[in-house]
């Protein structure tokens, strides 16, 4: 049965997955650009005390757009399911509520992770071209609170669309922004880089959250 869930989740969200994938091509495809433009226009030595020295991350451009990423995916696959009720109608095939919406977050996530190993091939190649693999490297944990912050967002936004209490609902929309909002808080190379192991901890919750609000639903019979 698990293949032929993921087959329907792809099909419902083939056209957000292509649109999503070239648009964090084309941002990053810009960034490429926008570098090469500044080491021709500019002295390549200032551009490089900007990166080294100054600590100016010259990817400002793609902070956002996992978070964005992860919400469309979110909304394309259950905004339908909630506003036809076909989620109702899923629950009730011969499988566990567990593993149906197991196959949904999976879906939805493999698609996540597949744009942002696009995103983060791109962003690492274009700076070991122009400056030294210190700075490509740094790339990975600057980027890595971004992509989790899209993460969040995806896990956030299913948990919110599903939960079917209102103050309960905002509570959860308050909470998810929150930690999405601290994720964004700091600049520069790697700034949150030591707190990586313990914002992990968050994941699994959020996963609950999603599975508890899951089971509301079907107990509501809404």
Not at 81 to 89: H, S
Not at 147 to 170: C, D, F, S
Request: hydrophobic content about 55%; aromatic content about 14%.
């Amino acid at each position: 049965m698990l293949p032929s869930l993921l087959l329907k989740e792809w099909l419902k969200l083939k056209r957000y997955f292509a649109a999503a994938l070239l648009l964090n091509f084309g941002i990053c495809l810009k960034i490429f650009f926008d570098i090469r433009q500044q080491m021709h226009s500019e002295h390549a030595e200032m551009v490089w005390y900007q990166a080294i020295h100054i600590h100016t991350v010259l990817y400002q451009d793609i902070r956002y757009l996992p978070l964005i990423t992860g919400l469309v995916l979110a909304a394309a696959q259950f905004v339908p399911e909630m506003l036809g009720r076909r989620l109702r109608l899923s629950l009730h095939l011969p499988a566990s509520r567990g593993f149906m919406l197991f196959s949904c977050l999976l879906s939805g996530l493999l698609l996540y992770l597949l744009i942002c190993v696009q995103d983060t091939i791109i962003i690492y190649l274009t700076l070991q071209n122009y400056f030294p693999v210190e700075v490509a490297n740094s790339s990975l944990p600057t980027m890595l609170p971004w992509l989790l912050a899209g993460l969040l967002g995806y896990l956030g936004g299913v948990t919110v669309l599903l939960e079917t209490h209102w103050p309960r609902r905002i509570f959860l929309l308050l909470i998810f922004s929150v930690l999405i909002t601290m994720l964004f808080s700091g600049n520069g190379y790697g700034w949150f880089t030591p707190a990586i192991p313990y914002l992990l901890l968050l994941f699994p919750m959020a996963f609950c959250s999603v599975f508890e609000s899951a089971r509301r639903f079907q107990e509501r019979g809404v």
